[in-house]
């Protein structure tokens, strides 16, 4: 359908060159992230993903129609796709298979170098892979929480952050241990039991990460004295969220 030609008017360049090499890129037209360009919260991920809302753009006119969302709106965009399907489609040919392909395959093979800012993980506009891998000449680097982790939501993660901070303060307080406390020990043990740090971790492990943290408390030493007074060293989801919290 789109003639593997860039659908921006005018442009000439091509999707999939002859020998294979990919210059064009697949484009949401409502974006498939909060916060994107023409991004539509009542899209569904079907429909996010869909044929409806995809169009090949080369990578310069990508980047125009994704910085200019105002200019580009999501009618503009529907428009030049269908006018350039009009003009361009013609019946499918073996060799259409292939260029799709690869032209999907590309996706999960991006390396960036010499990258001096940030690097946003499947969102518009950016660079869009499943997996990535990265060197850096930094001792520290920031990752995002993406949808659907732990760290992305933030009653979630306020509440993760509450029961480390309750384990630290509880497990430090004993005065028999015999070498010295390390903070950053549970946080390790977490990403050891359940093999990534917990923002990363899916909603879906959000109840093993709370049992496996509030078990930790429990086993303190001043959590059973306060256990044996009758108090309680920590406090539940439903009563730490916000308006009921403890």
Not at 29 to 44: F, K, L, M, V
Not at 158 to 168: T, V
Not at 195 to 213: H, I, Q, S, Y
Request: charged share 25%; glycine share 8%; with cysteine.
């Amino acid at each position: 359908m789109s003639g593997n030609r860039c659908a921006f008017p005018g442009c000439a360049l091509p999707i999939v060159e002859a020998v294979g090499t990919i210059t064009g890129e697949i484009s949401h037209i409502r974006a498939q992230n909060e916060g994107g360009p023409r991004y539509d919260e009542t899209q569904s991920e079907e429909e996010r993903h869909g044929f409806d809302n995809l169009v090949l753009l080369c990578r310069r006119h990508h980047k125009i129609v994704d910085a200019e969302p105002d200019v580009y709106s999501v009618e503009a965009l529907q428009k030049i796709k269908a006018v350039h399907e009009q003009e361009m489609g013609r019946p499918e040919q073996a060799t259409d298979g292939f260029y799709a392909k690869i032209l999907l395959g590309d996706l999960p093979r991006i390396e960036v170098h010499n990258n001096s800012g940030a690097v946003v993980i499947d969102s518009p506009g950016s660079i869009i892979a499943q997996t990535v891998n990265l060197k850096t000449v930094q001792k520290n680097m920031k990752i995002n929480a993406p949808p659907g982790t732990i760290g992305a939501d933030q009653k979630a993660s306020s509440y993760i952050q509450y029961l480390i901070n309750r384990y630290n303060k509880l497990a430090s307080a004993d005065e028999t241990r015999g070498r010295e406390f390390s903070f950053g020990a549970i946080s390790r043990s977490i990403e050891s039991k359940f093999r990534a740090p917990w923002r990363l971790l899916p909603m879906e492990e959000f109840t093993g990460v709370c049992d496996f943290l509030q078990l930790r408390i429990k086993r303190t030493r001043v959590a059973k004295l306060n256990a044996s007074k009758g108090h309680r060293s920590f406090s539940s989801f439903e009563e730490f969220t916000p308006g009921n919290r403890r």
